[in-house]
């Protein structure tokens, strides 16, 4: 560990690459919950590995043109002496290594894909309504929740919490056309006075998904019976869920 202050000022800043990695995944990919020794190696290996890629860069550079650069056998040999003596290109050269060093992480964390595995740490929620709307190439995804309680509640999906854990805390949210049954039995009715619906799922017994080619006009229930709901999106042959679209999604009693 750094023994001064400005050691450690040092260090902080080399993992700034790894930490922007780790930050950038974690917005584009499901939430996952890893031990704090986990997280923490994922952040230094992370910087190591693109701290290193830009000091090869620069190496590239000094070999190339040694001009405009700073003098890396004078900074080992006389060490803070050569830092006094040319500490505004040293220090131009470190904030343009760090910044490329950040670029490359942002860049591999939008470009790199999650590796597949014989585990898969995505919720079902995350495959029902980000994964296989991307697989079909719909441009919608229309969601019917039977309640705990029997009541009914449908709509389009707004948006979803990412988080991987199966918890009772996450929710969702629905917008126009809305349907709303109180009871079971009882008919559906639409919910026109209202554009939002957030629904906890920890209410949730079971979810029927179907995924649409268009968005619905106000009043459409899709799929709310085969011959006058839109035609149903089949999943591709390489999908690991069933080819029929609207099919329920037991959740059980309890959804965490």
Do not use: N
């Not at 949730?204 to 268009?214: A, C, E």
């Not at 069933?242 to 329920?248: E, K």
Request: some cysteine.
């Amino acid at each position: 560990m750094p023994s001064s202050l400005l050691g450690l000022a040092l260090f902080v800043v080399c993992l700034v690459p790894g930490f922007i990695y780790a930050a950038a995944r974690d917005v584009r990919l499901p939430e996952r919950t890893s031990s704090a020794f986990r997280e923490t190696t994922r952040v230094v290996l992370a910087s190591l590995a693109f701290d290193g890629i830009a000091l090869a860069v620069f190496a590239l550079i000094r070999t190339a043109a040694p001009g405009p650069t700073p003098d890396t056998g004078r900074l080992v040999r006389e060490g803070w002496a050569y830092v006094r003596y040319d500490y505004g290109q040293l220090t131009l050269w470190s904030c343009a290594l760090l910044v490329a060093a950040s670029a490359a992480a942002l860049a591999a964390a939008q470009l790199l894909p999650r590796g597949p595995g014989p585990l898969s740490v995505e919720s079902s929620w995350w495959l029902l309504f980000g994964r296989y709307p991307a697989l079909t190439g719909a441009k919608c995804t229309y969601v019917g929740c039977e309640l705990v309680d029997g009541s009914y509640l449908a709509g389009v999906l707004k948006h979803f919490a990412h988080q991987a854990e199966e918890t009772g805390d996450r929710e969702l949210a629905l917008v126009a056309p809305l349907q709303y049954r109180s009871h079971a039995g009882a008919p559906s009715r639409p919910l026109t006075d209202h554009q939002l619906v957030s629904v906890s799922a920890r209410q949730i017994k079971f979810l029927t998904v179907t995924y649409l080619d268009h968005i619905p006009r106000p009043g459409q229930v899709p799929g709310a019976r085969p011959e006058q709901g839109e035609p149903a999106r089949s999943m591709p042959a390489d999908s690991p869920t069933s080819t029929a679209v609207t099919s329920p999604v037991r959740r059980g009693e309890d959804p965490s």
